[in-house]
């Protein structure tokens, strides 16, 4: 009982640092990521979601060979999910089961079991599936951790910030800015005869209204004829450049995406058009395609083919019938010449000829 009366033992304080490099830390970074957004407010600018349509669209125009469970509903969550995301798990039964969010286990940096949420419309149930039972496409992955794929946002954070400061800005200032207000000086009146003027001239004039009487701006030394018109209370962007920061923070952000910057100039014109159709889907959307024809074809054990270029028709469709003339022409010369067998193989190697 007398140990009451001793002195209670102060508690230590923690003194030894955490580290932040742990496994511990890495997945609480990741559900931090995936709670708060993994690109940041970029995703509500019409240059983010132009670039996630495109990539929606084209990709739901791929040819699929080898498997119907890749239907064109499917390929457009997939490409808005790969686009905001970078990844997208789909939960393979009788058909492709979307994933609205998982965590897995690996063995030598390949996936082993995912832990599944499937969306309901009551609430999301979970599922413990191994990894040949679904299809997990991702991109940007990383050799840290090639399990895990990363959005093109997430990737140029710093550029998707910009745009979101520079739209949010001119958004403040078009909206809390007297945009057409003046300071107009009036002569002198009642109180009655002034609040009804500037009750008039609110209404009428612009969002907000100086009104100054004629001796108070005399005495300022401000006579009112001076400049023969009134003062504008309205910003001048001018000095900012505002306008050409912003068209180049756009143009990052479709370069992040594979886009060209100059299709959404309003002086492009066909050629450019189709070249950044081209180029959309030969570099961008093709690569992405052909990733997810290897997923599937290694989780379904079938063939499959994903075509991007031939339904955007993404090629020069002149050059190549030219090109079809002169291999017709140049074909039936080479018969005529007796040219024939390992000889005729030879010359359509030299000129990357290749029968599938």
């Known amino acids: 009982m007398f140990g009451w009366f001793k002195r209670q033992a102060v508690p230590q304080v923690e003194t030894r640092s955490a580290s932040s490099t742990g496994y511990t830390a890495q997945i609480l970074a990741a559900r931090q990521s995936y709670i708060s957004g993994v690109s940041g407010l970029g995703e509500l600018t019409a240059a983010v979601q132009s670039s996630v349509s495109l990539w929606e669209s084209g990709l739901s125009l791929a040819d699929v060979k080898g498997t119907d469970l890749l239907s064109r509903r499917m390929l457009a969550l997939t490409a808005r999910s790969l686009a905001l995301r970078g990844e997208s798990i789909w939960l393979i039964r009788d058909r492709l089961v979307p994933c609205s ?28 599936v191994l990894a040949g039972e679904v299809l997990h496409f991702r991109i940007g ?9 990363t959005a093109p946002l997430q990737r140029a954070r710093l550029s998707a910030d910009l745009l979101e400061q520079l739209e949010t800005a001119l958004r403040d200032v078009f909206r809390d800015a007297p945009i057409g207000s003046q300071i107009v000086p009036v002569p002198e009146g009642s109180a009655e005869d002034m ?22 701006a005399v005495g300022a030394g401000m006579h009112p004829q001076l400049g023969k018109g009134p003062d504008q209370l309205s910003p001048d962007l001018s000095d900012t450049l505002a306008d050409k920061m912003l068209t180049e923070a756009k143009g990052a952000i479709y370069g992040t995406f594979g886009i060209l910057p100059g299709l959404f100039n309003p002086a492009t014109t066909g050629p450019l058009v189709r070249e950044a159709q081209r180029h959309l ?23 499959v083919q994903v075509d ?5 028709q993404a090629f020069d469709a002149g050059g190549k019938a030219r090109a079809l003339a002169t291999m017709i022409g140049a074909l039936a010369q080479a018969k005529e010449a007796g040219i024939d ?10 000129i990357d000829w290749q029968d599938e």
């Open 308 to 312: 991007v270029v031939r339904p955007m």
């Open 195 to 216: 609040a009804s003027l500037r009750a008039g001239f609110r209404g009428k004039r612009g969002a907000a209204l100086v009104i100054e009487g004629v001796a108070q």
């Open 341 to 350: 067998g390992p000889t005729l193989q030879d010359a359509l190697s030299f």
């Open 141 to 149: 992955s990383d050799v840290v951790a090639p399990w895990t794929g």
């Open 101 to 128: 969010d998982w965590d897995l286990t690996t063995r030598d940096g390949e996936p082993r079991a995912y832990r599944v949420s499937i969306p309901e419309a009551g609430g999301a149930r979970s599922d413990t």
């Open 281 to 303: 889907a030969q570099i961008v959307l093709q690569p992405i395609a052909n990733i997810m024809a290897e997923e599937a074809t290694e989780k379904l054990g079938a063939g």
